[in-house]
């Protein structure tokens, strides 16, 4: 089995912070890359932050400075944290893996999460 579930995901207020979780199972952060994704409504899904095999992370700019990803590899869980939401981030998320060293778009993604929603509003 290798699955992908997400939590976290909540109503938050602009400038509030939020912290989501993704814990994995069945397979090594040695051999995948991973990292969140995001889709808002009516848009294509995105790349928002990933993680490499090796440990490099990489953001999308719009996140940059706002968002940090980290691994807990103990724990095999995922985290996101984002600090200053804007409305912008409004999106359902979600955690993704693939066998590739580096994670830098939905292309070549091998398992999804079902997706966790997150709303920013006043």
């Known amino acids: 089995q290798l699955q992908l579930v997400e939590s976290g995901g909540a109503l938050v207020q602009i400038g509030g912070s939020l912290r989501l979780s993704c814990v994995k199972s069945?397979?090594?952060?040695?051999?995948?890359?991973i990292g969140w994704f995001r889709q808002a409504s009516g848009k294509q899904r995105e790349l928002v932050a990933g993680?490499?095999?090796?440990?490099?992370?990489n953001y999308v700019d719009s996140v940059k400075g706002r968002f940090t990803i980290s691994r807990d590899i103990a724990k095999n869980t995922l985290y996101l944290q984002m600090n200053s939401l804007k409305p912008e981030d409004t999106a359902v998320y979600y955690c993704?893996?693939?066998?590739?060293?580096?994670?830098?778009?939905?292309?070549?993604?091998?398992?999804w999460g079902k997706g966790t929603p997150v709303t920013v509003s006043s």
């Open positions: 993704a893996a693939t066998k590739l060293i580096t994670i830098q778009s939905l292309y070549g993604v091998d398992y």
């Open positions: 069945g397979f090594s952060f040695d051999y995948y890359a």
């Open positions: 993680i490499a095999t090796g440990g490099r992370t």
